[in-house]
């Protein structure tokens, strides 16, 4: 057996390796707060009242320059994302650097820049690093890996078996953006217009939503999009998920991209989107607030949970019902 | 300009790319405790009356099996030795790996499986991970990103600035094996006889040590060698080292070996070696007891703390004393 693409594609492929090839044989993964086995965002444990999250993500995204964003700003808002929705304030980072020989200082420094601008924006520490060469041809230009570390109130962190039946999913904006941004600007096709990555971090949003409450669990819907992060709740969780597709919010030249390309939006990834699933009494507030910040202010109800079989399932306008099929890989490769 | 090997090589042109590059230009560097302008083995931060230590690495060694290990043993040993050194004992680490499309599950399993022998063995818990593949000759083989976290009580870590005059110098065991078994294993060149890589977590061995007390600073003398790691602790802790060549302990192959290359054994990385300045009161009893222990049955005094300009000073059996100078980059590219 060999690796393949998929097993990276953040779909139910990447899910099976992962287990098989890594949970199932490694003994200790829990300090015994959130572990591995858990595949949640992070994971966590406990030094006195406070709970330590941690995650970590290698980016190896093609090109690293894209409309919205760069390697460097898709690191860190990723790896702050994945703290924030497990419910703990992103306090630091660790990062490392693998540059082919020959890369260009000039690259860097754009690079070096974006990740000081996000730290800057969001209190983030960069607290060690680390920086290996490698012969040209032996890697792709650069790879950045980041962890993240986060800090919340002993047992306060939010984890994706925490979906209740009757929750409302809320995601702040439109959908697929990331995904086609990085397609279209690796210039394999013809496309006039410009989309641009919704690459952000999503600490200011996060903190806001958290001052209102009711809310049960979040994920930030990146290889594998919607759909996928979607799946995750449903089976973590064990209730079925109801969405109204004609809710997802997207916008007209990702839907034009993503059908000139065969592919389903549901399932690209996004890189500055959360969803929540939230208690319906806090739903409408919760909303409302999201709509205030700048990474919310398309926010919509497009689902909500039920006691059922594990499934997400699809209500279109008139009424109709599909089961929406979890996916076996992002159908983009290396898009962060 | 353009990011040649030696930026990676662990030596004077790695310390100016990393403070001119990334130090300087990163406004956020610290929550207040170990920062990452220290450029130590690793950083840290406080939680009420712990200090939690964090280190990230990133391993490109080829080939990535050797004789003494392999990439996955190098990447675990190498994060929980950066923790221990520190002064905090390592709880967990969190592992990303980037394949190329076509890497051999047979390898694979191999390497998880140093992985979890090593984390058994140091109760150290995998507490999160990440994996991603890139298409055929994207990447060489794989590459694998660990962090590390460990623990300590508040103000207890070990810093590289505190070596004080009159400490003395001791190393567990014999150098530059690392390095030249891994050059040997690349095939490039024709030797009848086996080295095997010193790579080893120093959990326990550490842990004895700090038991009798006296140690001011520890170091693992990784990339660049004995001689890099001795003026990283010369210049931050603003003291002169003299170091009795004949003292340092040397296999006889290894030191033909860098003879035949024309390297100098004292550059050469080491992934099992630690160098600990300790009180001179104490340095007998931290020797006896690291001879007790398997990765330190070979431990000798090197050396001690002058005051004086900041440099390293070999002398030798006769007596004559020579400036040794700190390499430039690790001779050896990709040794971890």
Partial sequence: MKVSLAHGGGGEATKDFIKKEFIEKIKRKSLGAISLDEMDDGASFFVGNKEVVVTTDSHTVRPIFFPGGDIGKLAIAGTVNDIAVMGARPIAI???????????????????????????KCNIAMLAGDTKVVERGKIDEIVINTSGIGICDRGKTLKDSCLRPGDKIIINGSIAEHGTAVMVARGEFEFEGEV????????????DVMDIGGIHAMKDPTRGGLLSALYEFAEKSEVKIEIYEEDIPIKEEVLYICELLGIDPLCVANEGKVILSVDSEYAEDV???????????????IGEVKEGRARVIGITEIGGRRILRPPYADPLPRIC
């Fill in 94 to 120: 660790t990062s490392s650097f693998i540059f082919e020989e020959g890369f260009e200082f000039e690259k860097l420094r754009k690079i070096v820049k974006s990740i000081d601008d996000l730290l800057e």
């Fill in 196 to 207: 641009k990555s919704d690459v952000a971090p999503l600490v200011t949003l996060i903190d």
């Fill in 287 to 301: 909303l409302k607030k999201m709509r205030k910040n700048k990474f919310g202010k398309d926010a919509e109800i």
